[in-house]
Each structure stands twice: as C-alpha cells, then as structure tokens.
C-alpha cells in the first residue's frame, strides 16, 4: 500500500511554470512505477507523463513533450513533474499514480492522489 499527496499547484499565467510534487508513503516506494494524470473539466482524465523505478525511463503524451519533465527523487520518496511554456489547455487537475507492475505505462494504475488544481490563464 502506498499514499499519495500532491502539491504545487495553482493558477498561472500563459508561457509561465509549476513544479508540481508528489510525496508517498511506504516503504516500497522506489518499487513503483509513477505517472502524471491530469482531468479537465467535462473530460475524460488522460495520461500525462511516467518514469520508471529509477528515474532512468521516462515518457510523455504528445502534447507535453519539450515542456514537461518528470522526474523523482526516491530518498525523498517524491516524484515531480516541471511544467514550462504552460498553455490555458493546460488547465486541470492533476494526479499522481504509482503502478506495481514495474514498467513504464499509461493505464491501469493502482494508487491514486487526491490531486492538485492547475489553472493557466491566457
């Protein structure tokens, strides 16, 4: 079992940036696969970026790539996600996920946070 609390987020202005944070829970932390979700209003939650194990594999949706890092820092048991160039469809919750499979994926995970509101105004 693990938790996961989400920090960071907030309202800013277009082409600005957040660093968004996760900290977790558990021991087995660095077990974990972790991913970036995000959901905005009247649509459906999609992928937004993954790492693996140990921050050495990372993957992105199309539409972050060049303006979004994911990373972690598993002393820490943390996983970050930088945001630059922020755009007004950036707009949405954001949640962090932790997958027990041990690869890289875009669904299916098993832990969930409560997520964190990003909100970029044009």
């Known amino acids: 079992q693990v938790q996961l609390v989400e920090s960071g987020g907030g309202l800013v202005q277009a082409g600005g940036s957040l660093r968004l944070s996760c900290a977790a829970s558990g021991r087995t932390y660095s077990a974990y696969v972790m991913g970036w979700f995000r959901q905005a209003p009247g649509k459906e939650r999609e992928f937004v970026a993954a790492i693996d194990r140990t921050g050495s594999v990372t993957y992105y949706t199309d539409s972050v790539k060049g303006r979004f890092t994911i990373s972690r820092d598993n002393a820490k048991n943390t996983v970050y996600l930088q945001m630059n160039r922020l755009k007004p469809e950036d707009t949405a919750v954001y949640y962090c996920?932790?997958?027990?499979?041990?690869?890289?994926?875009?669904?299916?995970?098993?832990?969930w946070g409560q997520g964190t509101q990003v909100t970029v105004s044009s």
């Open positions: 996920a932790a997958d027990r499979r041990g690869v890289i994926t875009t669904s299916g995970y098993d832990y």
